[in-house]
């Protein structure tokens, strides 16, 4: 990839629309898009201006008007990608955005590669690598609390928090290396207290940072949801409900989700994945077992469980599931086990009453207070959303949180809390300072990669790799 030509994109959205936007950057944009624009020369005009004219079709022997357009001005480094940048705004018709391409690669002008508009901007120090990453995820943000988290990486909030961690190691690993070079003279100017301190503080911060990735990534991707209950219970009716489309097949038939079915539901701006199950049940069927052996995995992944427990069952608590609820509960990831009362509305208020005492007995304190609805009817189904939401406690992102949802990101800072951890034993052991700094050097590397301070190129081959063209 050269980072010195021109480049061009349309980056508005594929197909026909109101305008579409075809962006050019480069520092031969402004004289590119004057050998086809029709209006003041956009060579000479002031940054940040927008200008009505018509861009030209001047190949193939012709010198026609293609469409009107605005043309808008950004001067190098004040744009997006740090260089001179036109955006050229026409008609959204397909071929008009089509044609325009193919006559500005023809005045000069290349293609652009996916994300290489962002990856400039990387380059060009405009912005850091999780800031532009931040730009991949506002774009594909779809609720409220995803896109908080967005706004909040890409405007620099967690960048910054990244590098004042980094600040403070590099300032540790300083003091130690500067002792290494007087080694002969048997000087601390590091006191090992103070070290051990900053680096138990250093430590648990980054272990913080670290787990809010299953927070974070629960707001980006969908809060993992599992519904799990006996066959027939009523789980694909409800997953129907909560969706409210007919997503999950609903029989009378024993059986009839042989595998999980995975839907997504937005509540009040927080995106659920909901996982509809195979029901539980001793079968001899092997297909079926199957799919209640990768139900039971799969509920080990999930936040919040949903247990249905069908009001109409002969024995809703059975061995089986008992079982079943209780491994899922041994587990040590955090997890919260809601239980479902279902089919109220053909139950009766004793038999509801039976079954909460029997899962009293059953939860001894370990289970969350049950919910009682009819997946059927919808009655309950509302109390039940207010449950998940609170649950999830993702409703409450506060703008200022910084929560790591960014897979590289979280193995970074994994392998960052690993080796300040090691300098914590280190120097609880009393290790010599050599030792001491070759894991500061670590720990500050693992935390450089985050922000793109230290990068390869493979890595950001594959991050922008990831971007769609335009972008
Ligand atoms: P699953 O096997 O747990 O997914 O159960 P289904 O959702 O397929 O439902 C099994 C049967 O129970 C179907 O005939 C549903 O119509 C019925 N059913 C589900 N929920 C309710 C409910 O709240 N009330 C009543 N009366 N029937 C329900």
């Known amino acids: 990839m050269n980072n010195t030509d021109t480049i061009c994109a349309v980056s508005t959205p594929a197909g026909v629309g109101g305008v579409a936007m075809i962006r050019v950057s480069g520092s031969d944009a402004f004289e590119l898009v004057d050998k086809i624009w029709q209006g003041k020369r956009l060579t000479s005009v002031q940054s940040h201006t927008a200008h009505l004219g018509y861009v030209m079709d001047n190949t193939d022997d012709c010198d026609e008007r293609l469409d009107q357009a605005v043309c808008t001005v950004f001067r190098t480094p004040n744009s997006f990608t740090g260089e001179n940048v036109v955006e050229i705004s026409v008609h959204g018709s397909r071929y008009v955005q089509q044609r325009l391409l193919e006559v500005l690669v023809n005045n000069g002008c290349r293609m652009a ?9 990387f380059v060009n120090g405009r912005l850091d690598l999780a800031q532009a990453e931040a730009v991949a995820d506002v774009i594909s943000s779809t609720t409220r609390a995803s896109h908080r988290i967005a706004m909040s990486q890409m405007r620099g909030a967690y960048s910054h928090r990244i590098d004042e961690l980094r600040d403070s190691l590099l300032e540790l690993c300083t003091l130690l290396e500067l002792e290494l070079d007087f080694s002969e003279e048997d000087v601390e100017f590091a006191s090992r207290g103070r070290l051990l301190e900053l680096a138990n503080n250093l430590s648990a911060e980054l272990s913080k940072l670290t787990a809010s990735f299953s927070k974070g990534n629960a707001v980006k991707n969908g809060v993992p949801v599992s ?15 909560l969706v409210g489309d007919e997503r999950a097949i609903v029989s009378d038939i024993h059986g009839t989700t042989r595998d999980f079915i995975e839907d997504t539901v937005n509540i009040d701006g927080v995106l659920f994945r909901l996982i509809d199950t195979a029901g539980l049940r001793d079968t001899d069927d092997r297909i079926e077992a199957i799919g209640i052996e990768r139900s039971l995995r799969c509920a080990e992944k999930a936040m919040i469980i949903l247990w249905i427990l069908d009001c109409e069952s002969q024995n809703p608590l059975d061995d089986y599931s008992c079982r079943a609820v209780s491994e899922i509960m041994k587990r040590e990831s955090e997890c919260c086990v809601l239980p479902v009362l279902n089919k109220t509305d053909v139950a009766s208020s004793e038999r509801i009453q039976d079954i909460r005492t029997q899962l009293e007995e059953f939860g001894n304190g370990r289970l969350h207070a049950s ?90 081959q594959n991050i922008f790799t990831r971007f769609c063209i335009g972008k």
């Open 113 to 121: 590669e996916p994300g290489e508009f962002t990856r400039r901007a």
């Open 227 to 241: 519904i799990i209950g006996q066959t027939n219970a009523g789980k694909s009716t409800l997953l129907n409900a």
């Open 371 to 460: 919910v009682e609805i009819s997946a059927k009817t919808g009655k309950g189904v509302d109390r039940l959303t207010e449950q998940l939401k609170s649950l999830s406690g993702i409703a409450l992102v506060d703008a200022e949180d910084i929560l790591v949802s960014n897979v590289r990101h979280y193995e970074s800072l994994k392998q960052a809390t690993a080796s300040i951890n090691r300098t914590v034993e280190a120097l609880n052991s009393g290790l010599p300072g050599d030792l001491i700094a070759q894991d500061l050097r670590e720990t500050i590397n693992h935390l450089s990669s985050i922000t793109g301070k230290i990068t390869t190129a493979d890595i950001l």
